[in-house]
């Protein structure tokens, strides 16, 4: 009889041979982007294990070039490193870079790619977002999301005058932020300490502490159907705890929807998607069924706390370790709004505080290496051929540190935003990307930079923030996902400043 047994060694001697055949076979075809050798089905481990890739990326691209490859397990990756190959990717070829690549908690949290944010591009997502974007416009028409802002921030700036000890500045930032996206998506306005918004706002830190670098599941997905991991296990229940909360708020607002009658976004998106109806287009309304605005309105509330409260909290941390800024940015308010309060109508007279925004957004990494994209068609950037359905990554992070753009990149400089007369400067800054670019370009962008902006102005028309006595500023930072930085913990004190 013959022994037809093969042993371990064999089926993976015979595995790697195959991949190295493949990988040839590959590299005659197309002239791909290089970068550091990788194992077989392990790929760059040191790399992508680390919190900090974004950083080792940079390093790699120095020797490599801006156009970088990186295996993530078995899965070959690009990273893009610097403003011009960006662009080439993201707007010269916009269409060719639009897809998504799947991921499997990715798929969990958007039932399926139902959402915008990592849906691929298709004629569904164009329209999804279309009406998304529709929603948006009809949310900002009139005063709706300055009264939100001021009446929110009033509650937790009463609130943080009651402080008499030192602080957690982000204790606060977070709940003001996300009573704020429960009032622009909800419509609800809550008492400071109402235990569902706490709860929520739990169940969001919990997501990104406990998963914020990934689950094994993500590079292995068939793991999940033979021997899920208790780390997925337990996603699969906090995510299923989030969507049970914003279906509920969606029912309820089909339930006493009234046409023409606009009380939040969600009741936005119930419009911009009648309107749509009235033109129509019943074959692609069909594919845009209410999972597809639930998820709309996941995306909406989750990118906005996210990158709303860590901004803040980096805005607050910069105010407190450049007193000097901070003095310059009341002595406009005061020049500017008086005795009043900020508004929307003095957002074009606030150029110190929108260039202190748009430093603060250069260097308080929230984005990290961003949203992955994927090539729909064979493309090219930087030279390099990039084959369809590969996974590139904007490195926002070295893009804001490139020293080729940003003189001194490792200093807090608002000034470099503006003109000789102290405005600031018509078109942004080189190299300066934070809300991505593209067909990708964040949605919500639009109703960010707004709110950002009055958060500020009303933060600082108040009080004056200071660190404790005998406290200096920490300069390092945490890690709390792939790429994505928040100053160490500190506390603030707080004065309010003598009204005009």
């Known amino acids: 009889m013959i022994d037809v047994s093969i ?15 493949f990988y040839a076979i590959k590299r005659m075809r197309y002239r791909l982007p290089p970068g550091p050798w990788s194992i077989p089905l392990v790929g760059n481990y040191s790399v992508y294990t680390s919190v900090e890739v974004h950083k080792k990326a940079m390093e790699l691209s120095k020797k490599y070039g801006p156009v970088l490859s990186l295996s993530f397990g078995p899965k070959r990756l690009i990273i893009l490193n610097n403003i011009d190959v960006v662009l080439e990717a993201m707007v010269k070829r916009k269409a060719d870079f639009a897809g998504r690549p799947k ?5 969990l949290f958007t039932e399926g790619g139902k959402d915008i944010v990592l849906s691929t591009y298709s004629p569904t997502w164009k329209l999804h977002r279309k009406i998304a974007g529709k929603a948006l416009r009809h949310y900002l028409q009139g005063d709706l999301l300055e009264n939100m802002i001021q009446d929110n921030m009033n509650k937790f700036l009463n609130k943080m ?7 957690c500045a982000r204790d606060y930032i977070n709940l003001m932020v996300f009573h704020q996206l429960y009032t622009i998506c909800f419509g609800e306005k809550r008492t400071v300490d109402d235990p569902e918004v706490k709860g929520f706002l739990k169940l969001d830190e919990d997501l990104l502490n406990e998963f914020g670098t990934g689950v094994l599941e993500d590079l292995f997905p068939y793991f999940k159907d033979i021997y899920p991991t208790a780390k997925w296990t337990k996603l699969v229940d906090k995510i299923g705890e989030v969507l049970a909360i914003l279906r509920a708020k969606f029912k309820e607002h089909l339930d006493t929807f009234e046409p023409g009658v606009n009380r939040d976004f969600i009741d936005s998106l119930l419009i911009a998607r009648q309107e749509a109806e009235n033109e129509g287009d ?3 309304l069909e594919k845009l ?9 996941s995306d909406i509330f989750f990118a906005g706390v996210d990158s709303t409260r860590m901004t803040m909290d980096w805005f607050v941390y910069f105010m407190t370790k450049h007193p000097e800024i901070q003095s310059k940015c009341q002595e406009e308010i005061d020049r500017v709004v008086g005795s009043g309060m900020p508004s929307m109508k003095n957002r074009n007279d606030f150029d110190l505080i929108e260039a202190c925004l748009f430093e603060t957004m250069r260097m308080g990494n929230v984005a990290g290496l961003g949203v992955p994209h994927k090539t729909i068609c064979d493309s090219e950037v930087g030279g390099y051929d990039i084959p369809k359905g590969t996974t590139v990554m904007i490195n926002h992070w070295a893009l804001h540190h490139d020293p080729k753009y940003w003189k001194d990149h490792e200093s807090f400089d608002p000034y470099r935003y503006l ?3 102290g405005k600031m400067k018509p078109t942004r800054p080189d190299s300066w990307l934070p809300f991505s ?7 919500g962008e639009t109703v960010a930079k707004p709110e950002l902006l009055l958060m500020c102005a009303n933060l600082l028309k108040r009080f004056e923030i200071r660190l404790p006595d005998g406290i200096e500023a920490n300069p390092e930072y945490r890690m709390i996902g792939f790429g994505v930085e928040l100053p160490s913990e500190y506390k603030i004190v707080v004065t309010e400043r003598v009204k005009n």
């Open 161 to 167: 005058a009651q402080e008499k000890d030192p602080f």
């Open 103 to 107: 991921f499997t908690s990715g798929d």
């Open 7 to 21: 042993n371990t060694q064999t089926v993976l001697a015979g595995v790697s041979i195959g991949l190295v055949v």
């Open 437 to 443: 670019a593209g067909r990708r370009v964040c949605l």
């Open 282 to 284: 019943e074959a692609a």
């Open 419 to 421: 003109d000789e007369n």
């Open 289 to 297: 069924d209410d999972t597809h605005l639930v998820q709309t309105i």
